[in-house]
């Protein structure tokens, strides 16, 4: 089994806003001869700026997007760019420029967005025919004409960056079992699957959707009148072809993207600084009288897209080969008196800011596992494997929730997941807040599951 999946490029959109932000601001130089007012403009305007792309969804642009939708997004914006400018110079009168400056200063400020934004636009299209990159690898499950119109739209549009592999037909008698399907699609790294529901039973259906979330394989359908399972669908369009993503994951959208990982470094910071800094040779001078053996402990673990990564603590236990195979349970033997202390505090879980601030973990999130339980969760629990779309955290829904610690049935693993996939489905920074002083408080109180 293969754990991991392409992804999209992260890059593209916070640079269109770096870049777009510089043009409006380096342009905007020539009407201020204050510094502070200019400071004020520039505070405004990028604020404004970014407030109203996320309502007018200005850098909503995908692959398959069309260039009119791209132009009418171009005037959307232009237009209320414009109610911004020459509101800013409005209320400061003292700033006093003509009409005409201001005109021309929107003109060329368009002009080169538009020029920038359609010039990507093209150039990847380029990219991808002659270079053949930034591709998607994808097969259709189902025969029929929408499957064939779509099967058409990839082959006949390479600029999209569509790489057709096959067409299953599980109805025809000599076709391949939904098995060798699968065997398929990891053999070649396909990276989304197409679906028509029409075509398949509920249990097949079942059955691709558990094989896409414990691969990590992006699963489109091709609507029709059958019921959708409840999931939060997204529409697009390929064409005049609509297409529905079976989950919609708010943490790919890179605004949100940036807003939780400038929370990660902030909150990172403040631990490391405030409390990490003087903790660290106070708690590792006990640890080490204590025992010998490390201050901290490092073990390997799995994160976002199943990358392995080193997780810190504050060491607890005495040194022993099995820490790496065993989980804790109460009353281990292997726990150090220190030890106690802070896993009960989980004060030992503190060292994990530093993942944090390297962005290999989140302060919130599905909590890692180490990496031979993941293997085995993987095989047992279905749609375990959902939780690493995104990065793991060092508390999560789960664990405020009532399933931390020492996992005691596969029943409790599989809970756990059920609160790692709401959480990833429903993400946003009111609830990372609200399970980060959750967990705070929790902390303080004491939590029975902390051993």
Known sequence: ??????????????ISYVIDLLVI???????????????????????????????????EIYRFTKVVKIVTLIGKQSVLFTVLVFAFFGFFKDIDRYTMDISKYVIYVFGLISLFKLAIYY??????????????????????????????FFTDNPEYGYKFYKTFDFNNKKAPTIDEAFTFVIKNNIDE?????????????????????????????????KEIYSKRLDYNYYGFLPIISLRQIPLENPVNKFIKRSFDIIASLII?????????PLLGLIIKIESKGPVFFKQKRNGLDYKEFYCFKFRSMTPNPLAHLHQVTKDDERITKVGKIIRKTSIDELPQFINVLKGEM????????????????????DKFMVRHFIKPGITGLAQVSGYRGEVEDDSFIANRVKYDIFYLENWSLILDL???FQTIYNSLRGDEKAY
């Open 1 to 14: 089994m293969i754990f991991k999946r392409g992804r999209y490029s992260g890059f593209l959109r916070p």
């Open 25 to 59: 601001c380096v342009l905007a130089q020539q009407f201020f001869s204050d510094s502070n007012q200019y400071i004020q403009y520039v505070v405004f305007i990028s604020i404004s700026w970014i407030i109203v792309s996320l309502r007018s969804n200005f850098y």
């Open 123 to 152: 150039l990847l299209k380029k990219y991808r025919v002659l270079l053949g990159g930034n591709f998607r690898r994808v097969i259709i499950i189902g025969l029929n004409k929408k499957t064939d119109q779509l099967r058409k």
């Open 193 to 225: 699957i197409y679906c028509s529901i029409a075509e398949l039973s509920d249990e097949q259906m079942q059955k691709i959707i558990d094989f896409a979330d414990n691969n990590l394989k992006i699963l489109k359908f091709i609507p029709d009148n």
């Open 272 to 280: 490391i600084v405030g409390v990490l800094s003087w903790l660290t």
């Open 362 to 381: 989140s302060v919130v999130g599905p909590r890692p596992h180490m990496v031979s339980h993941t293997h085995m969760y993987a095989e047992k629990i």
């Open 434 to 436: 609200k399970i980060f």
